[in-house]
């Protein structure tokens, strides 16, 4: 609710519309009074005046009424002529006989008249002859006007006298309040350009001997104190400015060693994963007793959970410094579901469980990140087939609303695991968290995954909650914005994705592996040639120049670190030859950052692949990028 502040009115303003109002009060009291005196005053002039006129008519009338001699009676009345105020006179005999009259007419009202003024006033005496026998009564009417005119002149000279004794006194008050309200105003100036520029120099100059003068004194000593203690504060703020700085300039430093550790332990770690991840790849694909094979798919299985953990401990770390941030590009969000729901369909069906999604032939083209969104997903249904041991786990998409710009969706993720607690629902999106001690030591993980999701879904204008009952399988339901657009429907791909139709244009074309890691070079050609790719190789970025002076390439799969000449300076060093210009060349190393993939953009790259690399996601970006009998 809005509060109104009250117009500000100056000192002098209140004091002068108190005078002016004790003023006005006494003018109209004044006023008041001496016309209630004025009016009671003329009343009684006016009855007494009556009664005379009466009185003297009746005694000069007696003897006419008492010998019937209405002449004489009538020229006695007569008299009443040179009365202006006198309007009506009535002789009547002792049976209140009419026996003579006097009329005249009266005076014309003009104006306002309140009704409870009388406008006549009338007086009825008896008629004695010799003031012993009643032989009569006189009646006389006056009319008021002139008298009442008179009053209000009468009333108008006293109120200007009284007003003009108001505005004497009025003017030498005045006088008197600027005398004694300077020395507060010049105060009260004296405040004010303090407070707009704080310029506590400034001091009360007031010489006087009364309370104004010890007002200015306190308001002097506490400027000082002010000024000794501004100089104390600014000292101790710049002594706390300066070791705030150092604070931050340590932390930030502490900060980017703990980057630089988490990137080179990331790469430290993938380059060893890589060759195991490759190798195991490479060995499923070949002739297998089944002891080996289940013991190369438990290899395969704990390096992917490796990897994921160290991908969430990399997020985590990027969530923590705020450098998390989104993509916003078009994608078909079915086809993204499909690659989810391919990828984690081996891990359910190893553990005997059903994974049933189905989009009903609808696609919906939108606008956001489809890898964090696919990373989401994947770790809850990921969890789902953790935690359940029999039963299925159930994904459905909702749109919740839609517009031109936006699109809700919400997803569910359920299963008919073992379930959750209440107690253990209210720990279990903090980091590092897992539902007990038990989960922990039972199904493994960092605790993580869900942490994570959760800011992720957060970040994409939605919000995650679970549903679940201890025993019987959980439901976690979570909703996502994202824009909308217009895109084309693919075609299904075919049950085994190396049978794509855009893997088998990279039959046949040359593709040149620079990589110092040995083991890596030979699973990395291993999978290229599978498909039918013809490889070249090369230790360092040097000779990867040499060979590109004697042939011709499709592509170049460039490791970034490596010795002699790394693969940002060997990338720069290519673009700069025409020929060159146009060549892909795709980053292909063991640093996870989104740093390093816009370091590998600007060094003149076009694409990124993160190690380990897994055949179906190399051969997805060669198939992006290059272009078959490109080679001369």
């Known amino acids: 609710m809005k509060t109104c502040n009250p117009t500000r009115i100056s000192i002098t303003r209140k004091l002068a519309k108190i005078l002016l109002i004790m003023a006005a009060l006494t003018l109209l009291v004044a006023t008041l009074t001496l016309s209630i005196r004025e009016y009671n005053a003329l009343q009684d002039s006016i009855g007494k005046k009556l009664t005379l006129t009466a009185d003297i008519l009746g005694q000069n009338c007696s003897v006419a009424l008492l010998f019937d001699d209405e002449k004489t009676a009538k020229e006695i009345l007569?008299?009443?002529?040179?009365?202006?105020?006198?309007?009506?006179?009535v002789i009547q005999t002792r049976t209140n006989a009419v026996f003579v009259g006097y009329s005249r007419p009266a005076s014309n009202w003009q104006g306002f008249w309140p009704d409870f003024i009388p406008k006549t006033r009338q007086i009825n005496r008896l008629i004695f002859h010799n003031?012993?026998?009643?032989?009569?009564?006189?009646?006389l009417t006056a009319d008021l006007n002139r008298p009442y005119l008179a009053l209000l002149r009468n009333t108008a000279v006293n109120a200007s006298i009284v007003f003009i004794a108001?505005?004497?006194?009025?003017?030498?008050?005045?006088?008197?309040?600027r005398s004694l309200l300077r020395p507060i105003l010049v105060l009260a100036d004296t405040a004010r350009w303090i407070a707009e520029h704080n310029d506590y120099s400034l001091r009360s100059n007031y010489t006087g001997n009364d309370e104004i003068n010890d007002l200015s004194d306190a308001f002097n000593s506490m400027l000082a104190q002010i000024q000794r203690n501004e100089a104390d504060l600014e000292q101790e703020v710049l002594n706390r400015t300066q070791e705030l700085e150092m604070a931050k300039l340590e932390a930030e430093s502490a900060n980017q060693a703990k980057s630089a550790f988490l990137a080179n332990m990331s790469h430290e770690i993938r380059t060893p994963m890589n060759a195991i991840v490759g190798l195991?790849?490479?060995?499923?694909?070949s002739q297998l007793t089944a002891k080996q094979r289940e013991y190369l798919q438990?290899?395969?299985?704990?390096?992917?959970?490796?990897?994921?953990?160290?991908?969430?401990?990399?997020?985590?770390?990027?969530?923590?410094?705020g450098k998390m941030h989104l993509e916003h590009i078009p994608f078909l969000l079915e086809e993204m579901l499909d690659q989810v729901f391919a990828t984690m369909t081996q891990l359910a069906t190893r553990k005997g469980l059903a994974l049933n999604y189905s989009?009903?032939?609808?696609?919906?083209?939108?606008?956001?990140?489809?890898q964090r969104l696919r990373q989401v997903l994947i770790n809850l249904i990921g969890n789902a087939i953790k935690f359940t041991d029999q039963g299925e786990i159930h994904i459905t998409v909702t749109e919740l609303?839609?517009?031109?710009?936006?699109?809700?969706?919400e997803f569910c993720v359920s299963d008919t695991g073992i379930g959750i607690s209440p107690t253990q629902q209210r720990h279990l999106f903090q980091a590092f968290s897992q539902a007990d001690n038990s989960v922990t030591r039972s199904y493994g993980g960092t605790g993580l995954g869900l942490v994570i999701s959760k800011q992720l879904v957060e970040q994409m204008g939605g919000a995650i909650r679970l549903n679940s009952q201890q025993g019987k399988g959980s439901s976690f339901i979570f909703t996502v914005l994202l824009g909308v657009t217009e895109m084309p429907i693919p075609t299904r791909n075919q049950a085994d994705p190396l049978d794509n139709a855009a893997f088998q244009k990279l039959r046949g074309t040359r593709i040149l592996l620079v990589e110092d890691n040995e083991i890596n070079r030979i699973v990395a050609k291993e999978i290229l040639e599978k498909m039918g790719i013809s490889v070249d190789l090369a230790e360092h970025g040097a000779e990867a120049l040499g060979k590109l002076e004697l042939n011709n390439y499709d592509g170049i799969l460039m490791d970034v670190q490596m010795p002699v000449m790394d693969g940002y300076q060997a990338t720069r060093r290519l673009k700069d030859i025409v020929a060159l210009k146009n060549l892909p060349v795709i980053a292909m190393t063991a640093n996870a950052m989104q740093e390093d993939r816009q370091k590998c953009l600007q060094a003149g790259m076009v694409d990124y692949i993160s190690k380990p690399i897994l055949p179906l996601t190399l051969y997805q970006i060669l198939s992006k990028w290059v272009k078959p009998n490109r080679s001369l």
């Not at 989009?359 to 489809?370: L, T």
Request: hydrophobic share 40%; aromatic share 4%.
């Open 78 to 89: 007569g008299a009443l002529n040179h009365d202006p105020d006198i309007i009506d006179a």
């Open 298 to 321: 438990r290899v395969e299985t704990a390096s992917r959970s490796l990897m994921s953990i160290i991908d969430d401990i990399l997020d985590f770390s990027k969530m923590e410094a």
């Open 131 to 139: 003031n012993e026998n009643l032989v009569g009564q006189i009646t």
């Open 166 to 177: 108001v505005g004497i006194s009025g003017l030498f008050v005045f006088r008197l309040q």
């Open 359 to 370: 989009h009903a032939g609808q696609y919906h083209a939108v606008i956001g990140d489809p």
């Open 401 to 409: 609303s839609r517009d031109s710009e936006q699109v809700c969706l």
């Open 280 to 285: 195991v790849e490479l060995c499923l694909n």
